[in-house]
């Protein structure tokens, strides 16, 4: 059936900002989906509150509203555009439950909007959990014994009968938040109460423990003419009871026979066809008793989902690309396979290789939660390797992670040799962030795959590939470097084996193991992801390397361009570094040079084989870079807008011999050399705060008195502000200065003066080396001190004198000509009592060029990579800085909820995961959204309760009559009650926790506080303010841990009092 | 222990043998499934031929008693990128090399097998030795060259039954005349099976669909099938080229229209040579579980296990006659016919997959509904 001429104009909505468990798969799915649909030449209206999207970008949909994903939001777009369908299906649990909204609420049929691909009652079929299982009982398929319930009673009644240990999964949430593994009835209430208060239908599923089986997933797509395909099937190597999101997972299946598998293929298709999903992929996962094949069904999403990203990835086949076409009505038989250009979309790709994909986990950023993984998502990032064997894939996979490790193990990293045997045992039998490493130091210690099976429940044949890495890695310590021969070599480097594992494992360095392995020809040779095995010719150049015989990449007599990708996305690194790369590659396109993009994240666009010219999916090492460099002798590298993951490498690249393009790995030193910055500082008359770099406990201590307190400490080149810590005291500096690896003498601490309550300013600028433009000035709500990528900013400037911003202009301009900055710059400042200080500055992209791109409509990436490749700014028609009449707020997203026992407080170490932008023309109003766009719905009325610092009081005085103004009722702890109460604003007083009760979490509790309003000394919480924080959090009422936010949320009511939100596209705005 | 692998162009590619000593002479061809190596092995229809799987992880799973296709392995040789000695499954009961040994099959490993399929993918199926007695490459080469092929080879009956035999209790039971009852079924339609080198899932589906199956060597004559009053005759898959069985295809000429028949592979080449039309040998063949097959009447598009190397020339039928049902949306060829007169249709594909997606059952269904109706 070709597609559908009834429709016209088609509504997609994203899935906002990046979370745990929705990341960028959904911008590369939305992104595919919007090409898709404009290139079948419907009308496509967006929207998505991300900015740092590619699918935001204002040339990709015809109407794009960077607006809260709400009902609210969300119906207004509709109103304005009366579209003729909705396709809820791409973006993710937010679109679906958005969608679910929309429909319940009658929206949809006012407006005669149809839901494409799938119907309310069918995601309903999916999502609902008695819906499901009634379902599946009807087609003859097993699911886990349960009982739904929507009572804390009936929970318990529930977990009684059905015997513990169970599990509790909520209704309608995302990456099984809320839910979790209970073992005894205390376990069962608590996770049951967040359970019921977490699910939008107050619905919790209590089901069996299937702890122990395997588990499996397939990947299957549906079209109109219920032709039914499996796109990919996956196998966990952790089995049942750990979130296949923080598993390790393997594609394709590897421990099934074809009528296991084919019994299972079955299931999925009956499943797809009896919930109802009329088009495009679905996911469905299984449970496999390994004593005698039982299967049973876990759940299906009905929609793309990561899993969908990855077998995408895996496999070749664009699943969320070929779901749009399905949702507008054509089959799969009409679709041509875009690798093989021959064959159809009907088919179900067959793979040649091993694709292993592993979970990035950041507990290091939360020191306080449990690193412990159950069914409640908990990683923040995947990697994903494709090598021809599971040992080589696996062990590309590990070194691709960014957690400085080489493989699996072998590498001196994380050793475990002290631990006692029940250390390491209790580490193999509880899922962890590090269990990686405890399986390793298992098979060093010659434990039997059958007793670390019997504690891990990881299936024997991973464990086997695991012990033949181990062995050849016992073989390899008794090896000499310069006498390895060939065969020896070559085989080490198909088990995986990076160089620098070699070098380590041979006491030599890893030049000199590439030497040898050059010397000898033990050199990668790249083959073809190609959907079909080799079976039909293949057009898409999508790489990944092995040690085998036949090289398939070849060189192009094209002018060439390789951009380095980000690597797995993690806190502080994230989708807009892939924004950028992905904008690179579009700006090569348009100047005719070919892109290489070279990456090992699944989730995102930039490794969509069609956003670049060539594609190697490989890890981003050194030796990994090289290898590809020493096949394509590219004509330039782009290091400066993958984040610090390649910016890691410049230097050495540089060394090699690599043409780095754009700003000079010397310059980027200069500026991150604390000395060299120093003193390019002082040339240019510009001031920092003062500042010295420390190796030892005394000299921190001297330097730090000399500053003065409070200071901030940090190792030197950090990501993230990680380790990062505002010091008040000498004790402080002693508890820094005793943390591992700090006062070594090799690695240098920088010791900064604390500004207390100055602004903070980011800048971000585009050089052609000569001339510089700014791109855009973004005013920090919250003071400096907290983390860049945590706070909310402002473009333009809201408070900010003219005479500073021309002087922040002036100082940008002059360290940017200065350093000689060829492409992208970022600037942080403070102001403090006018005055203006640098605080960094990083000559490369910065989390927030897209931020600024959407604001401003100027896409910086893109000229930067014009600029790079040797256009001027004049050449490229950037001769103004573009000044803009709307308020652009971005304000950032945490992922506090996931992790128990983690405070709220914001700091110098960056914890959020994603961003959101709020626009408008009223400053109010972008506030409001960016608010609502952040999962925060303000209040109108109600009670507000304060507890501030005594530095803070003075702050929020006058947003506390604001408050009064606006018929608040405001509750405060004695402190902040009598400085009100002085100042002559009404405030009722309540006790603190320690004062007795009834006491503040007995208020919040009773749910009579409509926002929070509690702040801080960074370090030295008290316990108390602490629970109040934590209790706002679980409770989900609003929150802000600082003055300064305060005040601009008192600013988004004042708005939201005079008029309502409107909603706009960002082509109405730029 | 180190095996050659040369093909009769010269190629040479140099891998490890997992089962030992041993020397195989065959027609080269690579399968795509990533799973049910043992059914492939099992399959009647590799003899003569020598196998390479593209998926590179051989042996995972190990190897069952239950998802045997036949009583012994086929292919000359099997050939993989890695072999894993350690088979996890609940069902495996013992290593895919013990299981190759034990039928003196060779089993190579550790060679870069997707640059040999890549190499037939664009030369087409190549004469082939695997040795690891005969480590000299000229002499290698010049053997696979001398190798007679398949082409006109009548491989049938090296693989056709010597003695009738039933199907009862999911295993043969020796026995003709339709003197093998599976217990419990009534009224069973009596199904003569001639075995070109059949598959034995073919046999468990007819059996559940109330077939009463009786299975009779290649080389009966059609006047002894008709004495037997069968409902219907079934044509399995088989190895070679069709055009080597000339005999066959008379006696199916002598049933057409007297009987329903069904035919499945080699047993729909032989209809097609039947019908007057003409076969040939395909550039590499169809080999794998992902084959996608429309079916004309109905639009659909079935996902289909294929193992063929010969082809009806959709060209050389009389349209009138003869209808094309299926065709191959990768390709345009042909993959289901039937005739237009005559109750008799077949598929080049496996609806009995073993291994492969279960997409084609129906097709059994259309058998049965044939058979009832011609009965009535």
Same mark, same amino acid.
């Given at each position: ?49 991300? @900015? ?30 009366? @579209? ?101 009835? =205390? ?66 299946? =590897? ?52 899993? $969908? ?165 016992? /073989?390899?310590?008794? =090896? ?60 898409? *150049? ?30 502080? =690194? ?27 994240? @699944? ?14 999916? /490989? ?14 002798? *590219? ?74 307190? *409070? ?84 473009? @333009? ?114 914890? $959020? ?158 | ?43 009647? +229809? ?26 012994? &392995? ?48 664009? &030369? ?14 000229? +002499? ?7 190798? &007679? ?31 093998? &009852?599976?217990?419990?079924? +009534? ?11 059949? %598959? ?57 229209? %007297? ?34 097959? %429309? ?37 345009? +060829? ?43």
């Amino acid at each position: 059936m070709p597609k559908r001429t009834d429709i016209h104009k088609i509504l997609i909505i994203g899935s906002g900002p990046i979370i745990i468990s929705q990341a960028c798969e959904f911008d590369y799915s939305g992104a595919q989906a919007v090409k898709a649909l404009k290139e079948e030449g419907y009308e496509v209206v967006l929207i998505n509150s991300n @900015p740092a999207t590619i699918m935001t970008d204002p040339e990709l949909a015809d109407r794009t509203y960077i607006e809260p994903i709400t009902l609210e939001m969300v119906t207004k777009v509709i109103e304005k555009e009366r @579209p003729d369908a909705l396709l809820p299906t791409l973006g993710g649990q937010t679109a679906l439950n958005v969608a679910i909204k929309l429909a319940e609420s009658g929206i949809l049929d006012k407006y005669k909007v149809e839901m494409l691909a799938a119907k309310v009652d069918v995601i309903r079929k999916a999502e609902g959990r008695e819906e499901f299982r009634a379902a599946m009982q009807a087609i003859g398929l097993k699911v886990p014994e349960s009982a739904i319930v929507h009572t804390l009673e009936d929970a318990m009644v529930a977990g009684d009968a059905i015997g513990f240990p169970v599990i509790v999964r909520p209704s309608f949430t995302l990456g099984g938040t809320g839910g979790g593994v209970a073992y005894n009835r =205390q376990e069962l209430e608590a996770l049951s109460s967040s359970g019921l208060d977490l699910s939008m239908t107050t619905e919790i599923m209590v089901e069996r423990s299937l702890l122990g089986w395997k588990e499996f997933e397939l990947e299957v797509m549906r079209d109109c003419k219920d032709n039914v395909v499996i796109i990919c099937s996956i196998e966990n190597m952790d089995a049942m009871g750990v979130h296949t999101g923080d598993s390790i997972t393997v594609a394709p299946a =590897q421990t099934l026979t074809d009528r296991e598998y084919q019994e299972m293929r079955d299931a999925a298709i009956a499943i797809i066809r009896e919930i109802g999903v009329e088009t495009g992929g679905s996911n469905v996962q299984f449970a496999v008793n390994p004593q005698d094949g039982e299967l049973m069904i876990i759940e299906m999403n009905p929609r793309v989902s990561r899993s $969908s990203a990855l077998a995408s990835k895996a496999t070749g086949f664009p699943i969320a690309k070929i779901a749009a076409k399905l949702a507008v009505g054509f089959t799969l038989d009409e679709i041509k396979n875009d690798i093989t250009r021959e064959t159809y979309a009907s088919f179900e790709p067959t793979i040649d290789y091993c694709v292993v994909k592993i979970p990035r986990f950041t507990f290091e950023k939360f020191p306080e939660a449990e690193d412990v993984l159950s069914t409640a998502m908990k990683s923040v990032g995947e990697t994903m390797a494709i090598g021809r064997t599971f040992k080589e894939a696996f062990q590309k996979a590990m070194r691709s992670l960014e957690t400085g490790r080489a493989g699996f193990g072998a590498d001196g990293k994380e050793r475990l040799d002290h631990l006692e045997l029940f250390e390491l045992e209790t580490g193999l039998r509880v899922p962890s962030s590090k269990r990686v490493s405890y399986l390793h130091e298992a098979l060093m210690r010659g434990m039997t795959v059958e007793r670390i099976y019997e504690m891990s429940q990881i299936d024997p044949w991973f464990l086997r590939n695991l012990e033949q890495i181990v062995a050849l890695e016992q /073989e390899i310590r008794l =090896q000499d470097l310069p006498g390895m021969n060939r065969e020896f070599l070559k085989q080490c480097k198909q088990y995986g084996f990076s160089d620098t594992q070699l070098a380590f494992l041979t006491g030599t360095s890893g030049n000199e193991v590439r030497a040898l392995r050059k010397q000898l020809g033990v050199v990668p040779i790249y083959k073809l992801v190609d959907t079909c095995a080799a079976e039909f010719e293949s057009y898409t *150049p999508y790489y990944y390397s092995t040690y085998e015989q036949e090289n398939e990449a070849s060189r192009s007599d094209r002018k060439k361009v390789m951009i380095l990708g980000g690597g797995p996305n993690r806190i502080g =690194q994230g989708i807009e570094f892939d924004y950028c790369c992905v904008h690179a590659a579009f700006a090569l396109a348009e100047i005719g040079v070919e892109s290489i993009m070279v990456n090992s994240n @699944p989730e995102t666009v930039s490794t969509d084989y069609d956003t670049s010219d060539k594609l190697y999916f /490989e890890p981003l090492t050194l030796e990994d870079v090289m290898n590809i460099i020493d096949l394509e002798r *590219p004509d330039g590298v782009i290091v400066q807008f993958g984040g610090q993951t390649p910016l890691n490498l410049a230097v050495a690249l540089a060394e090699a011999g690599v043409p780095i393009i754009g700003t000079t790995p010397d310059s980027i030193d200069r500026a991150e050399d604390r000395k060299r910055f120093q003193q390019f500082l002082q040339k240019l008359n510009l001031r920092q705060p003062n500042n010295d770099t420390v190796y030892t406990l005394d000299e921190a201590l001297s330097v730090a008195g000399q500053i003065g307190y *409070p200071v901030v400490v940090r190792p030197s080149y950090v990501l993230g502000g990680r380790d990062m810590r505002i010091v008040y005291s000498e004790q402080g500096i002693r508890e820094f200065m005793a943390k591992p690896g700090m006062a070594d003498n090799k690695h240098p601490v920088l010791i900064d003066k604390f500004l207390e309550d100055a602004i903070e300013v980011d800048v971000d600028a585009i050089c052609d080396g000569k001339k510089t433009i700014i791109g855009g000035i973004m005013e920090h709500i919250e003071e400096a001190g907290i983390h860049s990528g945590d706070s909310s900013c402002v473009l @333009p400037p809201h408070t900010l004198s003219p005479q500073l911003i021309e002087e922040i202009k002036q100082a940008t301009r002059a360290m940017a000509e200065e350093l000689g900055v060829i492409g992208l710059m970022n600037v942080q400042y403070a102001v403090k009592d006018e005055d203006l200080y640098i605080l960094e500055v990083n000559p490369r992209a910065s989390r927030t060029v897209p931020f600024v791109s959407k604001a401003t409509g100027v896409p910086l990436a893109k000229l930067a990579t014009k600029v790079m490749m040797g256009m001027t700014l004049d050449q490229l028609g950037l001769t103004t800085e573009v000044s803009i009449k709307h308020w652009a707020v971005k304000e950032a997203v945490f992922p506090f909820d996931r992790f128990k026992n983690v405070d709220t407080l914001l700091g110098p170490e960056m914890k $959020s995961t994603g961003e959101v932008m709020g626009i408008d023309d009223n400053l109010g109003l972008a506030l409001a959204k960016a608010q609502l766009a952040a999962g925060v719905t303000l209040p109108v009325s109600g009670t507000v309760f304060l507890s501030v610092r005594d530095g803070d009081k003075e702050g929020i005085l006058e947003a506390a009559r604001q408050l009064v103004e606006m018929k608040f009722t405001l509750l405060a702890t004695k402190g902040t009650a009598s400085y009100l109460a002085q100042h002559g604003v009404p405030c009722d007083q309540v006790n603190k926790i320690s004062e007795g009760r009834p006491h503040i979490l007995d208020k919040l509790q009773d749910k009579q506080v409509a926002w929070v309003v509690n702040t801080s000394l960074g370090r030295r919480t008290t316990e108390d303010s602490y629970r109040i924080r934590r209790a706002a959090l679980e409770l989900r009422i609003p929150y802000t841990t600082t003055s300064s936010g305060a005040v601009s949320v008192v600013l988004a009511m004042q708005a939201l009092r005079k008029s309502s939100l409107g909603v706009q596209p960002i082509q109405y705005f730029i | 222990m180190k095996a050659l692998i040369a093909l009769e162009d010269g190629t040479i590619f140099e891998g490890q043998s997992f089962t030992g000593r041993g020397e195989a002479i065959g027609e080269m061809v690579f399968n795509t499934s990533m799973s049910g190596y043992q059914e492939i092995l099992t399959d009647p +229809s590799y003899t003569g031929q020598i196998v390479t799987m593209t998926y590179p992880l051989i042996g995972n799973y190990g190897v069952n008693s239950e998802d045997m296709e036949s009583a012994a &392995v086929h292919p000359r040789a099997f050939l993989v990128r890695e072999y894993n000695a350690t088979p996890s499954n609940f069902r495996s009961e013992q290593t895919l090399a013990q299981f190759l040994k034990h039928y003196g099959v060779l089993g190579v490993e550790g060679f870069d097998t997707r640059a040999l399929v890549r190499h037939i993918r664009t &030369v087409g199926a190549l004469k082939a030795i695997v040795s690891t007695e005969d480590l000299n490459k000229e +002499s290698l080469v010049a053997r696979a060259k001398a190798w &007679v092929g398949l082409v006109g080879q009548d491989m049938v009956q090296k693989v056709t039954c010597d003695q009738p035999y039933g199907w009862a209790d999911n295993r043969p039971v020796p026995g003709t005349r339709f003197s093998t &009852v599976q217990a419990g079924m +009534s009224n069973p339609l009596k199904v003569v099976a001639l075995d070109c080198g059949i %598959k034995f899932n073919q046999l468990r589906i007819m059996t559940e669909k109330g077939c009463q199956v009786q299975v009779l060597p290649a080389t009966t004559d059609a006047d002894t099938i008709l004495a037997m009053e069968p409902d219907g005759v079934f044509l399995s898959n088989g190895p070679g080229d069709p055009a080597g069985i000339p005999g066959v295809v008379e006696m199916v000429r002598a049933l057409l229209g %007297k009987t329903p028949i069904f035919g499945i592979c080699l047993g729909h080449q032989i209809l097609g040579l039947a019908y007057g039309g003409s076969t040939y040998k395909v550039k590499f063949g169809h080999r794998g579980g992902n084959q996608p097959v %429309k079916d004309l009447a109905t639009g659909h598009v079935e996902i289909t296990s294929q193992n063929h190397g010969f082809a009806v020339d959709s060209d050389s039928l009389d349209k009138e006659v003869i209808e094309v049902t299926h065709i191959n949306l990768n390709d345009g +060829s042909l993959e289901g016919m039937r005739h237009r007169i005559c109750p008799a249709f077949s598929v080049q594909y496996h609806p009995e997959h073993a291994p492969g997606p279960h997409d084609s059952l129906y097709l059994f269904d259309r058998f049965v509904a044939m058979m009832r109706s011609e009965k009535a």
